[in-house]
């Protein structure tokens, strides 16, 4: 089988996490037969689409963060790559932007009967609304990776709320969420599962704060993420599988059924959820498509679910031919 992987060309270089999950990806593809051909999305859209025909895939695997050089377009690759009238693993166009508008996503969500936090969205040139939850994360609606998340986003007054508001605004990151800070534990739940469900297999890992000062939000911020060797990145590690007991494990599963079908996920996805003092986990956040780096959370998870990375490569292709 010809598999066309097509990544951002533009994350690509010898340092980013995207450099290193299209090698692995590549490896994967050859160690199970097949013959994987890289597929990079540049500036030039238009020799995108000629590279993408010329390869004639049997299935294309969407690694694509971007396009046009633009972060935040990943819907428009995925869109691209649709047009192709060919298989594509992962989660489809529509649903990447109904993902990554976290306001919208969680009308859907709630309406499925999952829990999320309360919360209020507050556009850019919006005042701040009289009632706010409290205390509250202010993070961006429409942004990933917890893009404009710091030690200053959980909020505990009126007053801090607005400055976390302005903040992101005035960083260009677009209309902010105020959301009701879940004090509690943090774990997120792997995902994967053909499209439509049900969900095949369920990961469990859990964020380690233990190590985090006293003064300090319990949350991931953008250096957790990704500035390896702060102080963040180095007293946050995730742990899989995550300790839980039986009820947790079958809440959390209920809410992972629920958004999977509720937000039409495919493939693989990412949910990241808080944990109160009364054991209920509500979603805080769904990633599509998260990284498949060698040492990225999704898989590390995979040995909790008794898979290698290969065997999850094959079930993604398997899945991605009977969409």
Known sequence: MRVAIAFSAQRVDPDTDLHAAVDHLSDAVARLGH????????????????????????????????????PGRELHAAALLELQDVPVTGTAAAELALC??????????????ATVPLAVRVAVGQALPEVVPLPAIVKPTSQDGSAGIDAQSVVHTQAQAQAAVARLHAQGLGDALVEAFIAGREINALM??????????????????????????????WAAKWEEGSPEFLTTPVHYPATVDDVLRTRI???????????????YARLDLRVDADGQPFIIDVNPNPDLSPDAGLVRALPAVGLTFDDFVALQLQWARIK
């Open 192 to 221: 994967l599962g053909p499209m439509g469900g049900p969900i095949d297999r369920l990961a469990l890992g859990e964020i380690d704060f233990s190590h985090v000062a006293d003064n300090q939000p319990q949350i991931l911020t």
């Open 253 to 267: 599963a209920l809410l992972a059924d629920r958004a999977f079908a509720a937000l039409g996920l495919a493939g």
């Open 100 to 113: 990554l508008d976290k306001s919208r996503a969680r009308l859907l969500l709630a309406a499925a009967g």
């Open 35 to 70: 013959h994987a051909i890289l597929v990079p999305l540049g500036l030039d859209v238009l020799q995108f689409w000629q590279d993408l025909r010329a390869a004639r895939p049997d299935v294309i695997w969407n690694l694509c963060e971007e396009a046009s050089g633009r």
